[in-house]
């Protein structure tokens, strides 16, 4: 059965201070790692795609990569506004599963 | 433009009594999903629509919940005799087409079940 293990599940930072969010799956052939942001009583936005080990994607303060086993969300110099859970998911027979995600609070 | 809309945002019902949620995908999207988010936890799949059809129900908990969906447009997931355990913030979300990674999401609807 495929599955999604996201580790920490929950991470205080202070602002300015970098960390590292880690997901790792267990997936017969994958078809996309999947990043999502999801703000307190809202529903999760979508962040990144990754298809391949090696592959990189950046957004402002936030870099996913990619190796066979495992995803890391690199979060540099972080602000208050990127307090938020972050969810990975991997594709199973056209639907998504999701991890459990990481509760990150970044404080000024 | 006009995202995923759900209603109701929030739904407190006596143990016992249906409900119906409601779905409005963005126009023009085929794939409609539900997933169930309990308090504190990840999202969990509850039933994927391609079109009017639903090609995986796996994740429905039991018989009491039902969904349908009317053409490529309103979808309705239903729950019978609602329980306590039933309580949960449920998320739908849409796609151009099924298999792609990319959703989007609604705000929920949370259901408290007295």
């Known amino acids: 059965e495929d599955q999604v293990t996201q580790s920490p599940e929950a991470l205080r930072l202070q602002e300015g201070e970098s960390s590292s969010l880690n997901c790792s799956y267990t997936?017969?052939?994958?078809?996309?790692l999947f990043w999502y942001r999801q703000d307190p009583g809202k529903g999760p936005e979508f962040l990144f795609t990754?298809?391949?080990a090696g592959e990189e994607k950046e957004k402002e303060r936030l870099k996913a990569t990619l190796t066979k086993k495992e995803s890391f969300l690199h979060i540099t110099a972080p602000k208050p506004e990127d307090s938020a859970t972050y969810l990975c998911?991997?594709?199973?027979?056209?639907?998504?599963?999701f991890g459990t995600g990481t509760r990150l609070q970044v404080f000024p | 433009g006009a995202g995923v809309s759900q209603s109701p945002s929030n739904k407190v019902t006596e143990k016992g009594k249906d409900v119906e949620l409601r779905c409005d995908p963005i126009?023009?999207?085929?794939?409609l999903y539900w997933y169930r988010q309990r308090l504190g936890q990840g999202l969990e799949f509850l039933i994927y629509?391609?079109?009017?059809?639903?090609?995986?129900k796996s994740g429905l908990p039991s018989d009491r919940f039902s969904a349908e969906r009317t053409g490529e447009s309103v979808s309705t997931l239903t729950i019978q005799r609602t329980q306590q355990e039933d309580s949960a913030v449920y998320l739908c979300?849409?796609?151009?087409?099924?298999?792609?990674?990319?959703?989007?999401f609604g705000e929920g609807s949370r259901l408290t079940v007295l």
């Open positions: 629509f391609q079109g009017n059809s639903a090609p995986d």
């Open positions: 998911a991997v594709i199973d027979t056209d639907k998504l599963i």
């Open positions: 979300a849409s796609s151009p087409w099924t298999g792609t990674g990319e959703l989007f």
């Open positions: 126009s023009g999207h085929t794939a």
């Open positions: 997936v017969s052939g994958l078809r996309g």
């Open positions: 990754l298809y391949s």
